[in-house]
T-cell receptor, first 115, second 115 residues
Framework: DTEVTQTPKHLVMGMTNKKSLKCEQH?????MYWYKQKAKKPPELMFV???????INESVPSRFSPECPNSSLLNLHLHALQPEDSALYLC??????????????FGPGTRLTVL | AQKITQTQPGMFVQEKEAVTLDCTYD???????LFWYKQPSSGEMIFLIY??????QNATEGRYSLNFQKARKSANLVISASQLGDSAMYFC????????????FGQGTRLTINP
């Protein structure tokens, strides 16, 4: 089973709202990732967690706040977003972090629209 | 720095024909992994096939095969007997053992299968 689930599928929020994206995997993977993807572009890495600890923050604005409550769950808390933050947010997981052969498996994504 | 180049923004192929999607990469690291992902309009990134830099044989997965030419630094995806459901965006990606947290993507190729 290589399933990564994400909720919600779609999210519309105002610039003053606070919302959260959720990602879950039950493959025993210890590395989890958040990507942002704009239309017709490849995904861009935002955050990486390894063994529930933040490993990489790709200089993401503080209005995006990641959280890894346990090895299966990854959240992305959103606050005071801008319209340009509208994008597809993809979660991924892999068995381990620093291995070039390690395959990342992606979830279906959350389509976020900021009004 | 590592870089992935996909030179075909779009391709149109007749159903049942074979199709080759081009991917070239640039790295001085001897150890790396190459990945192909398919992204339908629904948004999910679907892992297709993997090739390691030390693998002696080209990877195959069902109708997908990878034409790996290490000296030319190319890793082209071959889809045999194309189907309408193959219409999607295809991304080539690379992961290094140094800084292996990051999966670097090419710009993608939009493949359209015509009936």
């Amino acid at each position: 089973d290589t399933e990564v689930t994400q909720t919600p599928k779609h999210l519309v929020m105002g610039m003053t709202n606070k919302k959260s994206l959720k990602c879950e995997q039950h493959m025993g993977h210890r590395a989890m990732y958040w990507y942002k993807q704009k239309a017709k572009k490849p995904p861009e890495l935002m955050f990486v967690y390894s063994y529930e600890k933040l490993s990489i923050n790709e200089s993401v604005p503080s209005r995006f706040s990641p959280e890894c409550p346990n090895s299966s769950l990854l959240n992305l808390h959103l606050h005071a977003l801008q319209p340009e933050d509208s994008a597809l947010y993809l979660c991924a997981s892999s068995q381990r972090l620093a291995v070039s052969t390690d395959t990342q498996y992606f979830g279906p994504g959350t389509r976020l629209t900021v009004l | 720095a590592q870089k992935i180049t996909q030179t075909q923004p779009g391709m149109f192929v007749q159903e049942k024909e074979a199709v080759t999607l081009d991917c070239t990469y640039d790295t001085s690291d001897p150890s790396y992994g190459l990945f192909w992902y398919k992204q339908p309009s629904s948004g999910e990134m679907i892992f297709l096939i993997y090739q390691g830099s030390y693998d002696q044989q080209n990877a195959t997965e069902g109708r997908y095969s990878l034409n790996f030419q290490k000296a030319r630094k190319s890793a082209n995806l071959v889809i045999s007997a194309s189907q309408l459901g193959d219409s999607a965006m295809y991304f080539c990606a690379m992961r290094l053992i140094q800084g292996a947290q990051k999966l670097v993507f090419g710009q993608g190729t939009r493949l359209t299968i015509n009936p």
